[in-house]
T-cell receptor
């Protein structure tokens, strides 16, 4: 298996623009997680899905952020409009089974820079 | 509010010596703890975990210790190797809640 795939790897955009990050989880994994990494706060869980259904989005910072999982092999994280403080590395992860006690497999991340 | 804290942003250790990475948490309801390792330009990878019913879990050179009364978790690496140089994140979970710390950058000096 190729592991969790994220695209793009790097994204540079201007403030106010819409940004869409993409993730393909490992086939057969029932859980998908979106994280944001910053120096100040480390890895923050933004939202996670179970069988394509959003379970907990309490970590989504504000309404500018939205995430979808239209099918078991694809998820998107959208920021509209983007702001400079959104600059961070965004990770997608997937896991098999019951959730947090199962190993999460992370993608390589998308480094987002908002100018 | 950080529920999982790694107060040392960085640590340097000589090759062959012990590396000790520390993690503190505030929520006594956390019942599962994990350590992840992250190399530059890669996503974190799972390293080792421990359930709250245990106080120690060992896997080769890596041992995780849990002190529930102190709400403290530590990762011991013995002996440390240059390939262990990475950022280490501790994480804690309880039900649907899951939190990572801010990470500790370990450098193992050859």
């Amino acid at each position: 298996d190729a592991g969790v795939i994220q695209s793009p790897r790097h994204e540079v955009t201007e403030m106010g623009q819409e940004v869409t990050l993409r993730c393909k989880p490992i086939s057969g994994h029932d859980y998908l997680f979106w994280y944001r990494q910053t120096m100040m706060r480390g890895l923050e869980l933004l939202i996670y899905f179970n069988n394509n259904v959003p379970i907990d989005d309490s970590g989504m910072p504000e309404d500018r952020f939205s995430a979808k999982m239209p099918n078991a092999s694809f998820s998107t994280l959208k920021i509209q409009p983007s702001e400079p403080r959104d600059s961070a590395v965004y990770f997608c992860a997937s896991s098999l089974g019951q959730g947090y006690t199962d190993t999460q497999y992370f993608g390589p991340g998308t480094r987002l820079t908002v100018l | 509010d950080q529920q999982v804290k790694q107060n040392s942003p960085s640590l340097s250790v000589q090759e062959g010596r012990i590396s000790i990475l520390n993690c503190d948490y505030t929520n006594s309801m956390f019942d599962y703890f994990l350590w992840y390792k992250k190399y530059p330009a890669e996503g974190p990878t799972f390293l080792i975990s421990i359930s709250s019913i245990k106080d120690k879990n060992e896997d080769g050179r890596f041992t995780v210790f849990l002190n529930k009364s102190a709400k403290h978790l530590s990762l011991h690496i013995v002996p440390s190797q240059p390939g262990d140089s990475a950022v280490y994140f501790c994480a804690a979970s309880a039900g649907n809640q899951f939190y990572f710390g801010t990470g500790t950058s370990l450098t193992v000096i050859p």
